[in-house]
């Protein structure tokens, strides 16, 4: 009954049209034709405003639901470009990372400017970004700005005078993990694995390379602590003063 008395509710005109009908098929018993003729004809017209408005509805959320899809096939291609950028940013960063990590005689060639994201051209200006649902808007949003932060990094703490080159490129993987975690909800919600399938098996979706990615940051920042804490202890046993020596 809480249901029946729920769905009168939301519709109104439903229930007052069910309303005249029993009140025409009351007048009808009575004898009143003229009353029950008055109020069957209304509520056919009360009816017929119901069926209308229904499709009315229908069409709007049909509409809208178009409009949202064609905006996030609008805006997938430089957010699919903008998230294999910041993929190939994290690997030349982690590259950079291990060699000055492990002290490699060869350094990577890298610039600066191979470590700036790709910028998006359509956002925020384009109406298609007006028809993104309110969950869609905030994943685009949080990643862009997340590129903003990378790039700011990069500006910032490139070959900065004073600094170790792996603490540079650790701060700079640490920018790029963040973008590629929330790139994740939008590689899901913008469907970039449909619209964008890898060309064999061997590259992998884009979801499982952004796992990969944010795994084997884990794994060699693992090995540099490693490295550091056993430069460490060879650093202290040839510092500790010698003991039982003879006299």
Known sequence: MRRVF?????NSQLGL???LVCGGLTALATNIAALAGALFGASAALLGTWITEGNNRRVATEEKSRRKGEARQYLAPELHRAILRTLYIHDRALANFTCASAEHDIKPNDLKE???PSWPVLYPNAPQVHELSGDEAVALIAFYDSLHSLAE???????????LP???FNGILHSADESLKLAVSCVEKFELERLYPPRNEAVGTISSRIERALLTTGKFREQHILRFQA????????????????R
């Open 231 to 246: 430069k460490a202890a060879n650093k202290e046993r040839k510092t500790r003063p010698r003991t039982g020596a003879l």
């Open 166 to 168: 792996a603490n540079i």
């Open 6 to 10: 729920a769905y009168v509710r939301k």
């Open 153 to 163: 990094m990069v500006n910032g703490w490139w070959e900065r005078e004073g600094q």
């Open 114 to 116: 191979d470590s700036i």
């Open 17 to 19: 049209a069910a309303v």
